[in-house]
Every structure is written in C-alpha cells, then in structure tokens.
T-cell receptor, first 111, second 113 residues
Framework: GDSVTQMEGPVTLSEEAFLTINCTYT??????LFWYVQYPGEGLQLLLK?????DKGSNKGFEATYRKETTSFHLEKGSVQVSDSAVYFC??????????FGAGTRLFVKA | NAGVTQTPKFQVLKTGQSMTLQCAQD?????MSWYRQDPGMGLRLIHY???????DQGEVPNGYNVSRSTTEDFPLRLLSAAPSQTSVYFC????????????FGEGSRLTVL
C-alpha cells in the first residue's frame, strides 16, 4: 500500500539556518503530496502542496518540489525563525481517497 | 467561521466503557475522516467518508464505528474502550479528495484507564 517516510527528528537549528526535511513516498498512480505543520496544542494545518510531478509548492518561505523520478518531496526553507518551531508532517493522497501521513519531524529553532 | 469542530476536547474513560467523539464541519465538505495521533507514529487513518451515507475503513478501524447521516456530522464511536485506544483523535474534512487539502479540528485527547 501507499506509504510515506520522513526523516526522524528532532531537528535542532539556530535561527537563520537552512532547513531541509526529507520525505520519500511509495504510491501507485499519481498521488498529491502535502506538507502539514502542527503547532503545540493545535490541529494540523496545510503548509504547502503539489498535485503533479515537477510542481513546486511554496508558502511562508517554505518550498517543496514533487520529484516523481526520486519519489521525493523534501521540505526546505532558506532561513528559519524561532516561530517555525513545530512538528512537520509529509503526506500523500492518492487512490482510494486516503491521505497517508509520515511519522512527523519535530523542529526546534534556537534564538 | 467555525471550520471543523470536535467535542469533547478531553475525556477519561474506564476500560469497557463506550463513548462518542463528535465532529461537525460547516464548510459543506463531502469528504470527512478520523485519525488518531500517537507519539512517533504520525497520524493513522481510522475511518473516512466520501459523502452522506458512505463510510469506509482506514488503516486502524478495529474498535471504532462511524456513521454519516448528514454532510455536516461524522461521529466516531468507541464500542468498548481499551487502554490501547488512549490517543489524540483528529477529525478532518476536505472539499475534494486527493487534490484538496484536509482541514483539521483541534483534536480530542482520550485517556482510557
């Protein structure tokens, strides 16, 4: 079945550092790919998405490109802020109307 | 704009008790789903619905029932609670399966003693 694998955390960075969180997937057909963010005590909210190969999703300085050849959707940000501290989830939605999530990566950003 | 509303936010049950987690959305979304979130395991899909009267199982459906009598509501029933069902439960809805993003409620934290 479909699956998502993302890098384990926690990831600890200093403010203004470059961020990469790796995400790879296994799926049949042509899934849509998402990154969600969860702040403490809250539900998940969409950060960005891409619905077809080579699409780039972007929002709030975060970017991710849908790479079908490497089955990847890595999340990047050029300069992180303390306010970016959260848990980040990679997810895919494909056949069968199911959205499958990775285990999540916790990010800590130090001032 | 309320979005997705879950009740209760916190609940403590004893083993063997039953209860219903309520979920309502006011966005006229056809697709709704329930997830549980456990440490280190991300979110796992319990049940989902693509419209009123239609439900289907996700990854971890055992011990849970759902129904979808209206577009707005999608309650999750625990039939006989077990300690393994201690978790945070999230309800989500979407305007379009596959390409549309999920809109999440704030979660319901359940403890089974």
């Amino acid at each position: 079945g479909d699956s998502v694998t993302q890098m384990e955390g926690p990831v600890t960075l200093s403010e203004e550092a470059f961020l990469t969180i790796n995400c790879t997937y296994t799926a049949t057909g042509y899934p849509s790919l998402f990154w969600y963010v969860q702040y403490p005590g809250e539900g998940l909210q969409l950060l960005l998405k891409a619905t077809k190969a080579d699409d780039k999703g972007s929002n709030k300085g975060f970017e991710a490109t849908y790479r079908k050849e490497t089955t990847s959707f890595h999340l990047e940000k050029g300069s992180v802020q303390v306010s970016d501290s959260a848990v980040y989830f990679c997810a895919l939605s494909g056949e069968g109307f199911k959205t499958i999530f990775g285990a999540g990566t916790r990010l800590f950003v130090k001032a | 704009n309320a979005g997705v509303t879950q009740t209760p936010k916190f609940q403590v049950l004893k083993t063997g008790q039953s209860m219903t987690l309520q979920c309502a959305q006011d966005m006229n979304h056809e697709y709704m789903s329930w997830y549980r979130q456990d440490p280190g395991m991300g979110l796992r899909l319990i049940h989902y619905s693509v419209g009123a009267g239609i439900t289907d199982q996700g990854e971890v459906p055992n011990g849970y029932n759902v129904s979808r009598s209206t577009t707005e509501d999608f309650p999750l029933r625990l039939l006989s609670a077990a300690p393994s069902q201690t978790s945070v439960y999230f309800c989500a809805s979407s305007y379009r399966p596959i390409t549309g993003e999920l809109f999440f409620g704030e979660g319901s934290r359940l403890t089974v003693l």
